[in-house]
């Protein structure tokens, strides 16, 4: 019904019996009752989402499988300072750093190493959860409020809820949530681009979520020239500042662990995690 803020037909005609204030919120997306922070509910299913994770994390929180025993080994690693172990082309070193720093800040002991790549994977769970709020105020502010933001709302925290607790899963030390979070900010950034509302600030944050994507999971570096094939659409130039800056600033972050790894292994190599499992 409403577009670009432009109201037409039959609701325009209806708006123009509210008073000015309620007319002015329902026509300007983004405002008043146009926020997706003030669509019915949404703070209880917002509540009720993260409470579903919490306890999913905490009933899991001393669960360990395989791969989270590998991330823990790679994790001491680190701390030690066992850079051919460290240094590893099978596993991404995100999540083996957040687990590094947090048994670095934390209590020695087994107890406190399950519990925090637990925790890990809440945070990234809220992380997913703020992006995706982050995507829905994007798209509220670019096609105006939606008709039935309830109904969007209870769909939008129903996904996220089985995206993160049944997809993903909280009980499995890995990446993938951190993955899940990183994409819908994509997400978010790109709605932003579309509706001309992007600044410099913008395109540093997403080279900086792709950059973060691939030290997660090196699958997502196809993300990086997705990502940015799709901003030469938005922006229509294959030259924007926007598209230079993204590029400029993931490749800062990824060439360093590439080079790194590289070295050490004598040959060129971002990952052989494809060529192991595949």
Request: with cysteine; net charge positive.
């Amino acid at each position: 019904i409403y577009r670009d803020g432009r109201p037409s037909g039959v609701p325009h005609r209806i708006s123009m019996l509210l008073s000015p204030e309620k007319r002015s919120a329902v026509a300007r997306p983004g405002t008043a009752e146009g926020s997706a922070d003030d669509w019915p509910g949404i703070r209880t299913m917002r509540a009720v989402c993260i409470l579903f994770a919490a306890g999913q994390m905490w009933v899991s929180r001393y669960t360990l499988l395989p791969d989270g025993m590998a991330y823990l080994d790679l994790a001491r690693a680190w701390l030690r300072g066992d850079w051919s172990q460290a240094l590893n082309s099978y596993w991404s070193p995100l999540y083996v750093w957040m687990l590094a720093v947090a048994k670095g800040l934390g209590p020695a002991g087994p107890r406190w190493e399950l519990l925090a790549g637990h925790l890990i994977n809440f945070a990234g769970f809220l992380l997913s959860v703020f992006a995706g709020e982050l995507l829905l105020r994007e798209w509220a502010e670019w096609q105006g409020p939606p008709r039935h933001p309830r109904l969007i709302a209870f769909a939008a925290y129903l996904t996220l809820t089985w995206a993160g607790l049944h997809l993903v899963n909280l009980n499995f030390d890995s990446a993938d949530i951190l993955v899940m979070a990183g994409t819908l900010y994509v997400a978010a950034l790109l709605v932003r681009v579309q509706r001309n509302a992007a600044d410099r600030k913008d395109f540093v944050l997403l080279g900086l979520i792709l950059g973060a994507g691939f030290l997660a999971k090196a699958a997502d570096a196809v993300l990086i020239p997705v990502t940015l094939a799709l901003l030469a659409v938005l922006t229509r130039s294959v030259s924007s500042t926007g598209i230079r800056i993204t590029a400029a600033v993931s490749t800062l972050v990824c060439v360093p662990f590439v080079g790194a790894l590289s070295l050490s292994r004598h040959r060129f190599v971002y990952s052989d995690t494809g060529w192991v499992n595949y």
